[in-house]
């Protein structure tokens, strides 16, 4: 059972009292603490040093009341407790800088009768989950009297006018999904939509995440990003296991993700725990899922749902609580339908689906992401190489062209910057290394263009028939096939295949003209995509 701790300021007014008769009044930290069904291990009180006094006698009429409730006094000061920015400010830095431990404490943020801008400073933090906990208000019984009426405060809710925690607000947003963009200065509109979504999801979700993009688009390194993100808000406790299910293969995938008893097989020596369980209280970042075998993604949409596993040769299951992260570049759809890959792990992974573009078509993020990889090449080798003006304008202008394909995205990019930061000449990138470097670049991607263009014609013709056509018009066929493939209908294919034309209104039936196309080489939509 996990201790439960309240953390709560002490009344200085209503917690007061020096003589025996404070026993007949209410005061709000010691009632709290003599609820029967309501049993607390640790209370943190906090209050400034001007009231030590008091805070110490509520600590010994706790023990009294509550032997088993430990009193943690800390100290918090303002100079004026109605400023908002001041109370905010400082309650601000006491979640930061607590050391919650949500696997064994449950907290609970005690609000007592009244409203002053503490109580509305600790529900603001709460709310945010800077405080993983809950709120606990208390209130005076019906017949309680203090010999007078008071007085009373009204305190103006509307955040929208104390521009410092609004704007302080929204710094704190900007702050995390910069991180979850390493510090990019992203200028990509759709780009910067999708990260603000996804700030939203990591923070308030635990529901799995499907991240699809091509290689090296930075599924792996958003993941990292989220799990750092939700560590800082006190939401996790576990660690960030990645594995890439590409490497995984027949028996040893199973007993890698689920583990195995000593004994289940030839060489199992020893028990052991698998990488679920390694990511017990954090998140399992599954890159490439698709290429997972049938019988492992029903364990793992189990392990999802029921947070229940079998390790291999086991008769007892396994626990593990873990969110998912889940990465692909393939179109899992596409391979529901050739059943490669369960549509009901389909179904639970789609609840928050995030497509990463590739670097092409983040051309306007290039030069940030020079900047970043200059930067990250200093702290790794501790060298700070910069360009020469001329060298600069020059790569940019090759990297934002429609020549440059960046088939592997951003590790291509990060590849060419740092070839050039170890090469150049006392930290210096000059304009004979930058051409250098483009030849580099136009051959590998030339190279790899017609592999890859080889690779979708050759299961269509075979390798014999494809030698009969030309080049020219292999690289054309192969970007068409590559789009039909990616398109819903013949049509839709056509639409995007002829969208200038369409424009132009010189083409008048997309899907006709494609039509023809294909058949020119003896080829049907059905041929493509079947």
């Not at 001007?50 to 009193?71: C, F, G, M, W, Y």
């Not at 109605?82 to 404490?105: G, K, N, Q």
């Not at 573009?357 to 200093?378: F, Q, S």
């Not at 250098?436 to 690779?455: Q, Y």
Request: proline share 3%.
């Amino acid at each position: 059972m996990k201790r439960r701790i309240v953390i709560g300021f002490l009344g200085t007014t209503l917690d007061q009292g020096k003589h025996p008769d404070r026993w007949q009044r209410w005061r709000p930290s010691i009632a709290l603490c003599q609820h029967e069904d309501l049993l607390i291990d640790r209370f943190e009180l906090l209050h400034s040093r001007t009231h030590n006094a008091l805070a110490e006698r509520i600590e010994k009429d706790i023990a009294q009341v509550s032997p088993a409730t430990k009193v943690v006094r800390r100290h918090i000061e303002f100079k004026d407790p109605w400023d908002f920015e001041e109370v905010y400010a400082a309650l601000h830095d006491f979640a930061r800088s607590y050391s919650f431990d949500t696997d064994a404490e449950d907290y609970l943020v005690h609000i007592t009768t009244g409203t002053h801008v503490g109580q509305i400073c600790w529900f603001l933090l709460t709310e945010a989950r800077l405080i993983p906990g809950s709120i606990l208000q208390v209130s005076p019984p019906k017949r309680w009297k203090d010999g007078g009426l008071g007085t009373y405060s009204i305190i103006d809710l509307d955040l929208s006018r104390y521009d410092k925690i609004a704007t302080r607000f929204r710094a704190e947003q900007t702050e995390a999904t910069a991180f979850l963009k390493s510090g990019i200065d992203t200028k990509n509109a759709a780009f910067n939509r999708m990260i603000d979504r996804i700030e939203q999801v990591a923070i308030r979700s635990k529901a799995p995440i499907l991240v699809t993009g091509p290689t090296g688009a930075g599924k792996s390194q958003l993941a990292r990003r989220i799990f750092e993100l939700k560590e800082a808000r006190h939401q996790l406790k576990g660690p960030f296991v990645e594995v890439n299910c590409a490497t995984l293969r027949g028996d040893s995938a199973m007993s890698a993700l689920f583990g195995h008893v000593k004994g289940a097989f030839t060489g199992a020596m020893n028990d052991r725990p698998g990488l679920l369980r390694a990511a017990n209280g954090g998140i399992l970042f599954l890159d490439e899922i698709g290429e997972l075998g049938l019988d492992e993604q029903a364990m793992i949409l189990r392990a999802i749902e029921e947070k229940r596993f079998l390790p291999v040769g086991s008769d007892r299951e396994a626990t593990s609580d873990f969110q998912l992260i889940a990465g692909t570049n393939r179109d899992l759809s596409a391979a529901v339908a050739k059943s490669q890959f369960r549509e009901d792990l389909l179904a639970r992974l789609d609840l928050w689906t995030f497509s990463l573009p590739c670097l092409k078509d983040r051309r306007e993020d290039i030069e940030p992401n020079i900047t970043y990889e200059l930067a990250r090449h200093a702290r790794v080798s501790g060298d700070a190489v910069t360009f020469n003006k001329e060298a600069r304008a020059r790569y940019l202008d090759f990297a934002t062209s429609p020549t440059a394909v960046w088939t592997a995205n951003f590790r291509d990019l990060a590849a060419s910057i740092t070839r050039m930061a170890t090469l150049a000449p006392s930290g210096r990138i000059d304009e004979g290394l930058v051409e250098d470097e483009i030849e580099r670049l136009k051959r590998k991607w030339t190279a790899s263009g017609r592999n890859r263009d080889d690779g979708i014609l050759e299961s269509l013709f075979g390798a014999e028939q494809l030698e009969k056509i030309d080049l020219f018009d292999r690289v054309q066929l192969a970007f068409v096939v590559a789009a039909c493939r990616t398109s819903r209908s013949l049509s839709d294919a056509g639409r995007r295949l002829f969208a200038a034309s369409r424009e132009a209104k010189s083409s008048t039936n997309d899907a006709d003209r494609l039509k023809k196309y294909l058949a020119r080489f003896g080829l049907t939509w059905a041929q493509i995509c079947e």
